[in-house]
């Protein structure tokens, strides 16, 4: 799954990566080394601008945690982080999203738990950082979805409320020893398709939930702070090293 992640790039960077070609500087999240649920991230999607019929590649900032659009109360959006590939086409909650609204999310890497048991005491979380092995933007795939909050008025720039949900797949060999599912993530060669609103075919489109075969990625233990959302620094994805394990341990 997917419970915390990293997102320190530059819009600039991201717009230049993914080919964006609308962005309103004004909307801007800041770096952080920690988001949460239900906190603001980055995501790129092919939406077309108001009152135009053609997608335009846009940079959006967007709340983690779907909120479906039928849904009567935005507290939904907490249970709603990760989408299952294998039923992403079927749920509810998402298959209309799956038909039109996906997006990516370009992230630094991802934090992971493993529970581990030592002797006779009470097991233990260790934290894991994820990231690509060549320091790359990790493009998670995602689904975006508006919801209306009917307690405020018609006009009230917080009526409508944007929100995305990251989708997961099997862990590959590397991962699976310390969680059975990961984000699923995609290379650029499968950017175009996976963002085209006008592909509506679930077969089609579940083809596309293919992650890059493995070797894409590395992997490094980190210290417990990241588990508290109040912490946020680099230092949080800095690797474990064997003196800070018999320092904590």
């Known amino acids: 799954m997917c419970g915390r992640f990293a997102s320190t790039n530059r819009p600039e960077d991201i717009v230049e990566v993914f080919g964006v070609r609308q962005w309103d500087p004004t909307e801007t999240v800041a770096p952080s080394w920690n988001v949460a649920p239900t906190e603001a991230a980055y995501a790129v999607l092919d939406r077309a601008p108001k009152g135009e019929q053609r997608p335009v590649r846009q940079l959006r900032v967007l709340r983690w945690g779907l909120i479906p659009a039928w849904s009567n109360s935005p507290d ?67 689904l975006y979805e508006f919801w209306r909050d009917r307690t405020r008025p018609p006009g009230d720039p917080d009526a409508w409320r944007v929100t995305c949900t990251v989708v997961t797949t099997e862990a590959e060999p590397l991962l699976a020893p310390i969680h059975e599912r990961m984000p699923l993530f995609l290379d650029p060669g499968a950017f175009d398709a996976w963002l085209d609103p006008g592909l509506s075919d679930p077969d089609e489109l579940r083809g596309l939930l293919v992650p890059p075969p493995p070797g894409a990625l590395k992997v490094h233990p980190v210290g417990a702070a990241v588990g508290n959302i109040r912490n946020n620094g680099p230092e949080l994805v800095r690797e474990l090293t064997e003196d800070d394990r018999t320092t904590l341990f």
Not at 78 to 91: L, Q, Y
Not at 106 to 124: A, L, N, S
Request: net charge positive.
């Open 76 to 142: 939904t959006a907490v249970k709603m982080i990760n989408a299952r590939a294998d039923t992403v086409h079927e749920k509810p909650a998402y298959r209309q999203a799956f038909a039109s609204r996906r997006c990516l999310l370009p992230i630094d890497g991802y934090y992971e738990w493993q529970t581990v048991k030592e002797g006779k005491g009470r097991p233990r979380k260790q934290p894991y950082f994820v990231s690509r092995a060549d320091g790359g933007m990790l493009a998670l795939a995602g």
